[in-house]
């Protein structure tokens, strides 16, 4: 037997057409009661809500984009995703992922594509900012769009960010008062595209150059190419220099943790010959006792689908753009330096 239809649940459970639909799409309108039983009927002949027939009737797709500059995979993206997903799941929302935005065909796929596009009823934007052009797109078709961890407000009708450049700030201010004087920044080199990570280079130099005038401090930028090879980069790097640095800030955890390990097998172990210092607070930080600046993506990402659905439903917010500050977490891998 196939599956009932909206006219065979409204018949045995004793309510009209227009009642079943709002139970499934607008159960607030229907009293407990009467959505029970709704829902009872439902179960026992097998029925679920065609979810296109809604969109037709409502306007709403109930399906959300989120564009990510690297893979799901990651530990900030996973904890954004699951943050979204705390709010939007319940509410009925599905998450189409677009991952790797940050290539040219993958972008123009997107953002020029219009049953892409016009498939979702908000757009999330992680760690990225988007071109005037690509703004132009979205607004075209009506649709709210949330940055989390943007670099920019510019374009978006709503953001949730952490302050990378000030948070990285107080790392290297924070080893500067430990009394470390040869202080290098590993990171990875800026991206094509403006990404929120980047500005964390920004507070290590102000931090140094704010130094410089009460301290005899030597600081280094420490570059490395961009991709998975990153960390062993970085320590090549490290090793080649002509003095080894007495501190080391690091632009992730995802950095700073395997040059911590790999490091102490060339005879450099923390924190008895430097201090390092790493940004995210992302697991394993705790395990090897690295002192770092916390932040929290899932908290991130479910404020911003708290925002999405307020847009999507035509509600103000009282505070689109909202910034957060990263919260130095001093652990074992940082202490005064005597030398």
């Not at 009467?34 to 037709?56: C, G, H, Q, W, Y």
């Not at 979702?120 to 990225?128: K, L, Q």
């Not at 102000?206 to 190419?225: H, M, T």
């Not at 995802?254 to 390092?276: C, E, N, Q, W």
Request: with cysteine; charged share 20%.
């Amino acid at each position: 037997m196939g599956k009932a239809d909206i006219y065979a649940v409204a018949k045995a459970a004793g309510v009209s057409i227009s009642t079943v639909s709002r139970t499934f799409t607008r159960p607030e309108l229907v009293s407990a009661k009467t959505r029970a039983k709704v829902m009872e009927i439902a179960d026992k002949l097998d029925f679920n809500i065609s979810r296109s027939a809604t969109a037709l009737k409502s306007g709403q797709t109930y399906r959300v984009a989120l564009l990510m500059n690297e893979e799901i995979t990651s530990w900030f993206n996973t904890q954004v995703f699951a943050g979204i997903e705390s709010q939007l799941h319940p509410a009925g929302y599905d998450i189409s992922l677009f991952q790797h935005i940050d290539t040219d065909a993958n972008r123009r796929d997107f953002f020029t594509n219009p049953p892409i596009r016009r498939n979702v009823d908000a757009v999330f934007v992680a760690s990225f900012a988007i071109d005037p052009h690509e703004v132009e797109q979205l607004r075209r078709i009506h649709v709210p769009i949330i940055g989390i961890n943007t670099p920019s407000i510019d374009g978006f009708d709503a953001t949730i960010s952490i302050d990378d450049e000030k948070g990285m700030y107080k790392a290297t201010q924070y080893l500067i008062n430990l009394g470390h004087r040869r202080i290098v920044y590993a990171c990875s080199e800026a991206a094509a595209m403006n990404s929120s990570i980047d500005a964390r280079a920004k507070g290590f130099i102000a931090a140094c150059k704010d130094a410089e005038g009460r301290r005899d401090i030597n600081w280094q930028v420490l570059p490395v190419p961009r991709g998975p090879e990153f960390a062993d980069s970085a320590l090549a790097a490290l090793l080649t220099l002509d003095e080894f640095p007495d501190a080391i800030c690091c632009q992730m955890d995802m950095m700073a943790i395997p040059l911590v390990i790999k490091l102490g097998a060339y005879g450099h172990i923390t924190p008895r010959d430097y201090s390092i210092v790493g940004f995210d607070d992302s697991p394993y930080a705790d395990t090897i006792n690295l002192t770092t600046m916390r932040q929290d993506p899932y908290d991130m990402g479910r404020r911003a689908a708290v925002k999405a659905m307020r847009l999507i439903n035509g509600q103000p917010l009282e505070a689109p753009h909202e910034v957060v500050e990263a919260q130095l977490i001093p652990r074992g891998t940082a202490v005064p330096f005597a030398g």
